[in-house]
């Protein structure tokens, strides 16, 4: 057997020292476990209970021969118990510990060595139940939970890496974190909930009619009280050895128990709701963090792959989720309204809920998502607060990029950042118009996000003639055109989506339009308004092409939203020959929608009109897919563009359908695709969720099983793609890890 050290000595074998050696003699990680412990009760019962290979009774002895020393006792015993072993440690001995305080460690080892010794790593397990003492030892205590390490500028790294392992072989997960932060993060999260528990028991125990209150006690006071049954020494050291930052959290919990008792007085709803939804939001937030995605800091984290198996055909009808785009606006402009905006329909993906999540941090108060309804409490347009971090927005340039607009007019100072796909896209294209307009905008590395935005400036309009055709721009340049004196216009190299334009008016506000220049002055309102988010047209075109490629296929997309900036896709299928109905056309909420109906038909290659391709910007990965099934040659130029979306689109289509075995060339701009057979093979989607999604289609052509890997950004746009694909006939599966 190969063992990770040699003589491993657990100072104090309560629960935590107890597990810990129980779990280290059980899977072998060392030669041999020694226990010690002051009482010699607990010490003989370790052994008697195959705690330990062995036990003790001359501490310094044993900590002469020790390789790992763990030091398992109260947090403010630790000093003295330092004191003790000194004289007997040899320098390359290693410690660690195991207390949830982590300051005063550090300064006990200062005091007592000059320094903290080079091999110390202070360590804490996050893991623990109410039992006590070496009889509740448990091998499996820290498996899957976390542990930990606070290593200083100057330990060892060889000893880190070994305190590591020695937790990693009890089935933890290890992290590190400095000192400080350690035990702030600490006292609200462990410290103050626990001090809270005791304190409300014992103060519903001092009432006269307390046998009631605790017989009749829910579920809820039961689970909450539970810890009050912790150890209540080990508690009284904490609070002590942490005595700083737990008094910060408690002045902080204190005020926010005033405000909600306030609201309660005066009967303040909206105060009230502001409360429960931020902390219902919170709560949802920080259970899906346990389970790997999150839709603030980092929105994705599991590691996703499709299966789509070749052939097949694709039948019925369906809905796809609400255009994310106009999600998106709906929470902007709803938070900016008077009066209470209920939207339906909307999209429940993550970057739809980034924007959600933002505005909330700025005090807008907002009910749901519950079914793809929406309740938002307007604040009006100077009524947003300043959020108490940075705005964490993932993968949604959509949200940062029209929100930099916005917050370019507030009084306070923000910041806008994302996950490594968004920090890799250009920021500068919206940071220079609101330079011209008076904003103080910062932006990072090569003009990539974080965006850093000054507050208190007042804003200037500008006429404003973009070098290239970006709706996400132009929307931008008009929200920032709210807070700024004059007239603001923008004017379109070519057309773009039109919903920030259409919504404003929604809304009640004045927005002019003549040809391509659209513009607004700044100093209006805006009124409450119902929308209707129709389905999104970028997530219907990965069911259109499919039924346009595939023989016998017939499908129909429910109340797609066919807005006239957006039907590239529509135009384009129409002129490569796809048999493409539009069906019960109406308008909803100002927004024009339609079934649409799409029976397979033999396509033809075509040369791509460049005024579809803005129309069709984000559709492309798709069609690129339905050009390869298609007879003759396609050629797209002018879509420069894509090569800045969440990946190089351009480049990532042409890698992916080159694996697979299609005749594929890229240009600068474009693309020159011929009809083709399609193999199977393994495709890199880049993070990207439209690339994942067109290779997942592209399967009911190819001769052979395609794997698509790194697909957790789906649920961006399309939380339900792949159930919604199977319903219809697509042979897909994913798996996440």
Not at 65 to 89: G, H, N, S, T
Not at 187 to 202: E, K, R
Not at 408 to 422: K, P, R, V, W
Not at 464 to 483: D, F, H, I, T
Request: with cysteine.
């Amino acid at each position: 057997m190969s063992f990770l050290t040699g003589r491993v000595l657990v100072i104090g074998l309560g629960l935590i020292g107890g597990s810990l050696a129980r779990a280290l003699r059980l899977r072998g990680t060392c030669k041999t476990v020694v226990g010690y412990d002051r009482d010699v009760d607990e010490l003989e019962t370790g052994l008697r209970l195959g705690v330990v290979d062995e036990i003790a009774f001359d501490l310094l002895a044993a900590v002469e021969q020790a390789d790992l020393i763990v030091l398992a006792v109260p947090v403010k015993v630790m000093e003295f118990v330092l004191a003790d072993i000194k004289p007997a440690l040899r320098p390359d001995t290693i410690i660690t510990d195991v207390g949830s305080v982590k300051g005063n460690v550090v300064r006990a080892a200062e005091s007592l060595f000059g320094e903290v010794p080079e091999r110390f790593i202070p360590g804490h397990p996050i893991a623990g139940l109410e039992k006590s003492g070496v009889a509740a030892a448990d091998e499996t205590l820290f498996e899957h939970h976390k542990v930990i390490i606070t290593p200083l500028p100057h330990s060892d790294p060889e000893a880190v890496t070994l305190v590591s392992r020695m937790w990693q072989g009890v089935g933890a997960q290890v992290l590190r974190m400095d000192v400080e932060r350690h035990d702030e993060v600490l006292a609200a999260t462990s410290h103050l909930p626990h001090l809270l528990a005791f304190s409300l028991v014992d103060t519903l125990a001092q009432e006269q009619d307390c046998t009631d209150i605790f017989r009749y006690a829910a579920g809820g006071f039961r689970d909450f009280t539970r810890i009050a049954a912790s150890d209540p020494t080990m508690w009284h050291d904490v609070g002590l050895a942490n005595k700083q930052a737990i008094l910060q959290k408690i002045d902080e919990f204190s005020n926010g128990l005033s405000r909600l008792r306030s609201a309660i007085e005066s009967e303040d709803s909206r105060e009230m709701l502001g409360i429960f939804t931020r902390a219902k939001a919170s709560r949802e937030h920080f259970t899906k963090i346990l389970s790997g995605s999150a839709y603030t800091q980092n929105m994705t984290t599991t590691e996703t792959t499709f299966f789509a198996q070749p052939g097949g055909k694709v039948q019925g009808s369906i809905r796809a989720p609400g255009d994310k785009s106009i999600s998106h606006r709906s929470i902007m402009l709803g938070s900016l309204a008077d009066g209470v905006t209920e939207v339906t329909g909307f999209l429940e993906g993550e970057d739809s809920l980034a924007t959600l999540q933002a505005f909330r941090d700025m005090g807008v108060v907002i009910e749901g998502p519950h079914q793809g309804e929406v309740k938002i409490y307007g604040v009006g347009i100077n009524g947003l607060q300043k959020p108490p971090r940075p705005i964490y927005v993932g993968n949604s340039g959509t949200t940062i990029r029209l929100m930099s607009g916005l917050l370019a007019g507030q009084s306070f100072d923000s910041e806008l950042s994302g996950d490594d796909s968004l920090s890799k896209r250009p920021m500068e294209r919206v940071a220079k118009p609101l330079r011209l307009m008076g904003a103080v905008v910062e932006t990072g590395e090569n003009g990539c996000p974080p965006v850093r935005i000054k507050g208190g400036q007042q804003l200037k309009a500008i006429n404003y003639e973009m070098p290239m055709a970006s709706a996400q721009v132009k929307s931008c340049v008009m929200l920032a055109g709210l807070y700024a004196e004059g007239e603001t216009s923008v004017i379109e190299p070519a057309p773009t989506r039109d919903h920030t334009e259409r919504m404003l008016r929604g809304f009640g506000y004045q927005v002019g339009v003549d040809k391509n220049k659209v513009s607004l002055s700044g100093g209006g309102s805006l009124s409450a308004a119902k929308i209707d988010v129709p389905a999104d047209i970028s997530s219907s075109t990965f069911f259109m092409v499919a039924a346009a490629i595939c023989p016998d296929s017939d499908i129909t997309l429910e109340h797609v939203g066919i807005n006239p900036t957006r039907i590239g896709v529509i135009n384009i299928l129409r002129a490569m020959g796809s048999n493409l109905e539009l069906l019960n056309e109406r308008e909803v909420g100002g927004e024009p929608v339609a079934d649409i109906r799409i029976r397979y038909a033999p396509l033809k290659g075509i040369n791509i009109p460049e005024d579809q391709v803005p129309l069709a910007i984000d559709e492309f990965p798709a069609l690129f897919i339905a050009a390869v099934c298609a007879e003759g040659e396609t050629v797209l130029t002018g879509a420069e563009e894509l090569r800045v979306k969440e990946s190089d689109r351009i480049q990532a289509m042409v890698d992916g359908l080159k694996v697979l075995g299609a005749d594929i060339e890229g240009t600068p701009d474009g693309a020159i695709i011929r009809g083709s057979e399609m193999g199977g093979g393994i495709i890199e989607s880049h993070d990207d969720h439209r690339i994942a999604m067109s290779f997942t289609i592209a399967a009911l052509r190819a001769k052979g099983a395609i794997e698509i890997r790194e697909c957790a950004n789906v649920a961006t746009s399309f939380p339900n793609f792949v159930e919604l694909a199977q319903q219809v006939g697509i042979q897909v599966r994913k798996e996440e890890k």
